[in-house]
């Protein structure tokens, strides 16, 4: 048997070169993790994008702050605001009893609330009526409004910090309290395919 010796080769590199890769690792490491959050933030924006002609006027709106601390009125008349609902999509809908648009898209909004509930959102409906606290909890109770709460913006501060054009007016926020969306006008909130896009734009991602 014959052996046969391997010869074995040491490069070494001047320090300054080991310091430069050392730095390029460390560079290329802290950009892929910079890069994931802003991947997911991109895949969140495009489930938020409608299909054209799902609705008749979206606007889309990449993760903006909404006024989580501006209060509101149950039903019993105790305040509450969008920061109490932390870690859940919403569907803010302003709407008022003598607005017939508004009036038009409420049943809908009441279905489309026991179809997504169990998908971590919550659809809130929230009066711009003067008297609100006595005319929403009727007009509910009229037209079997049974899966959506009485709320009440009694001096319409929450629908100015949301700078509505005009009613109804319905905000998409996600579950960091983001908003993502919104549609200015009706919309047919009961369908099958604006169901489905509620539910991926605003069921519960970690991100």
């Known amino acids: 048997m014959i052996a046969t010796a391997s010869t074995l080769k040491v490069t070494f590199y001047p320090k300054k070169l080991i310091a430069q890769m050392r730095t390029s690792i460390l560079t290329l490491t802290l950009a892929s993790l910079i890069a994931l959050p802003a991947q997911t933030a991109q895949a969140q924006s495009s489930s938020c994008m409608p299909q054209k002609g799902l609705f008749g006027n979206y606007q889309s709106d990449r993760n903006k702050k909404t006024p989580t ?29 003598w607005c017939a648009p508004c009036v038009r898209e409420m049943p809908q909004l009441n279905r489309l609330s026991a179809f ?22 009727k007009f509910y109770k009229t037209h079997n409004l049974n899966d959506l709460p009485v709320l009440v913006d ?54």
């Not at 997504?116 to 909890?137: C, F, H, M, Q």
């Not at 319905?170 to 006008?185: A, K, S």
Request: hydrophobic share 40%.
């Open 69 to 97: 601390d501006i209060p509101f009125l149950q039903a019993s008349g105790e305040e509450t605001t969008l920061a109490d609902y932390a870690g859940k999509g919403l569907i803010v809908n302003f709407w008022a009893t």
């Open 154 to 207: 009694k001096k319409g501060k929450l629908m100015r910090a949301f700078a509505a054009p005009g009613l109804p007016l319905t905000v998409l926020i996600n579950q960091h309290g983001q908003e993502v969306g919104r549609v200015v006008g009706l919309a047919e909130w009961d369908s099958v395919e604006i169901v489905d896009f509620v539910r991926n734009c605003l069921s519960k991602k970690d991100s």
């Open 116 to 137: 997504v509930r169990n998908n971590n959102i919550e659809v809130l409906t929230i009066s711009e009526d003067l008297k609100g606290l006595t005319s929403a909890p």
